[in-house]
């Protein structure tokens, strides 16, 4: 029953079948064909002057030699060969931006069909995702709702790409979002169909139909069920797909997903949106259900497990025989974690997703809330029935341990209270969300001036937030917002960490490296003085230990395991405190360093003119530039970039993921960058970087206060105070390291999220 759903097997309904994919097309018209004439026409007469080939010149843009041919009036812009094919197909398929633009201003005709496919130049560019071509073509009048021989518009032929800032483009044309191909399948089937869950994610937040149907009734999860998608399956359960709606021949969505193969990934999306197996909702145990669905509240809970986890398994292993205690605890983890599991399970979708974490990180949400509590507690006299006053307090722990060092106590109890001012400054501050756009209208503005800016990509607009991204600026899946100099998320402090709570988060880790060494040093000293603070224990009994050192573990279990466990900590800490420091005094953030940068050193002037060169004329009018210079050129850095969204091969083994939650990459990756700064180094330069002093100077002299909340979006580069919010182009004063006084163009490499920072 699998191969019914396959694209060569379903004629009348498959998206993807033989007879209606709109990637289907003949060699001659398609664009999936090559570009040759010579191979498009292998039956043509000989070839002729290149400069009298209408179609070669609009081939390679050369503008120039199609001005002569026109004032020959041997041709006109609106030429067509034996096929329909016209000179703006071929202008458009070969991304000729000035090319089109000077066809159309000589009177091409922009819905022209051709070709055996009978499609516009517009459907040729949505092909090939050139979205550049094809917002001028939209410009100078192009119908996106015409039709191919097949009855594809350009809706269907950009989501069968999978290109998501096409698909935005054509949105904000207020098209139908619901508008079908000859056999009933809307866009969001398609996305749906072709997996491509950022698509879904548009066509649903664009008011698509989740429950529509095709002509042989199968709605968009059962399409998504037949490519085997989780993410997009996800979303329309999100978004209230029907888990029960049956095709014409009385197939459901589970029954669809054991045809496909895909049953698997049908009960875990159900699984973690709270469903059963069979499609129906999960019972809140123990009548919890209203508990349980609250978002603020799970949050909480989330949170303060970690805390109530470690303090048991301390006492575990502090209070029981190692051969039990290490079992006991081990399992009593496990099944916290499958308790906080199941919670998440039948709670919010939030939670769902929090949950989907590396099961281990879910306690290390808050491990470090629990541990310093205990620390806390354990750092000035851990045994309160050992001491001798049957009136132990509190406050007579203080004087036994201030007895023994009080200096180290006094600087232990500063840096400890210190340590978790700064950590619940890190945690509850916004760490710098990028502000929305607020409405369509101002949405639709922003993609415009992008598009004639030639900035229309990834690195300078946000799909998911569908607003335009700062420099520095990054999309936080966990937050799902953009984050104003997103360093990373951090899952110890349950936060982003970006413009606003970077400065408290690095005071954080800073006292908190000093306070787990105070910590240390201060249970060396009592174990030095025994007496004192740990008398010895009566009846101490040790089943592997000599009676030394049963001694020694008795006096006090629980400080010496919770020792062991701050020292294990220790050592990462202090890798993370040192990349810290060290980007700091590089003005980088984690997600810099780990992604690295570059700069676009090239001035407008030099821009234009290889743009000029590139469209085949030195007139910039005739190539298509603005007066700055800037202007749509292929062969440039900024210029028109393929983004399919599509899922990237992440690094999701166990010890990838354990090495980006300690911080273990980013300190490597730090120290190999250091062994190779020099006078030759290869390293892209860091445009945001003024020298070690003023980074420095700028990070802790902000005038921002620490012990509050800063201003939200506003910190110090340069010596200046700059909104990170609002910071689209570097500021004029760091243009410096150009030989132009124009300055260098930031652009970022980062092509891929780090998955385990997110």
Partial sequence: MASEFSPSNIQGSSPSGQNSSPSNKPKESSPNGG?????????????????????????????????????????????????????????????????????????????????????????????????????????YGADPLLTDVQGFNMFHLATVDGNAFLLLLLLQQELPVDETDPLGHTGLMWAAYKGYP??????????????????????????????????????????????????????????????????????????????????????????????????????????????ITVFIALWMLSNLAIYIGVPVAAATVFGMQTGAQQVANNGPWSSATFIRLPTSRVFLQAVYFGSECALRSKSYQVKIEALPLPEATIANEILVTFSVAPILSIFFSVFYSLTTFFYAMAMLEDPGYVPRTSSQNSQREEVKQLVEQWKF??????????????????????????????????????????????????????????????????SIKCELRRPQCHPSAKDAKCTFLNDTLCDYVSRDTFTLVLTIWTTVHLVWVTMLCAVQLIQVSRNQTTYENLRGHSADMATPSARAFASAMTAGTTSMEGAGLSAAGQGPNPALPGAHQHHHHRRRNGRNGCLSQWSAILGIDSFFITARDGLRDGAHSRQPRNPFSRGVATNCRDFWCDPAPIFSKRDSGYAMLGGEVVSYYDMYELPARLHTGSRSSEGPTYRSVAAEDPESLN
Avoid at 90 to 101: E, G, R, S, T, V
Avoid at 233 to 241: C, D, F, I, S, W
Avoid at 502 to 509: A, E, G, M, N
């Fill in 457 to 522: 990509d990834e690195v300078n607009f946000c799909v998911p937030c569908l607003s335009r991204k700062p420099l520095r600026s990054k999309h936080c899946r966990q937050c799902n917002r953009c984050v104003a100099k997103h360093d990373h998320h951090c899952p110890w402090i349950f936060n982003c960490v970006g413009a606003n709570n970077l400065r408290h988060f690095v005071l954080y880790i800073v006292c908190l490296e000093v306070g787990i060494i105070l910590f240390v040093q201060l």
């Fill in 198 to 307: 950022v698509c879904v994610d548009l066509f649903l937040r664009w008011g698509a139909n989740a429950n529509a149907v095709d002509q042989a009734g199968l709605t968009p999860l059962h399409w998504a069920l037949v490519k085997g998608s989780l993410p997009c399956v996800r979303k329309l359960l999100e978004y209230g797909a029907d888990r029960f709606a049956k095709t014409r021949d009385g197939k459901s969505p589970f029954t669809v997903a054991q045809e496909m193969n895909s049953l698997r990934v049908w009960n875990r999306a159900l699984d973690e949106r709270g469903f059963e197996s069979d499609g129906s909702q999960k019972p809140a145990p123990m009548g919890m259900a209203y508990l349980i669905k609250n978002k603020s509240l799970m949050a909480k809970f989330f949170f303060f497990w970690p805390f």
């Fill in 35 to 139: 570009v040759e004439l010579k191979t498009m026409r292998p039956n043509a007469p000989p070839s002729i002057p290149i400069g009298e080939d209408i179609m070669q010149l609009a081939r390679i843009g050369e503008i120039g030699a199609m001005q002569n041919l026109f004032n020959t009036k041997k041709l006109s812009a609106n030429y067509r060969d034996e096929e329909g094919i016209t000179p703006l197909h071929w202008a458009a398929l070969n991304n000729q931006y000035a090319m089109c633009k000077f066809l159309l201003d000589s009177g091409a005709d922009v819905n022209a069909k051709g070709g055996e496919s009978v499609a516009t130049p517009a459907m040729w560019a949505t092909q090939r995702s050139l979205y550049y071509i094809v917002d001028l073509l939209l410009q």
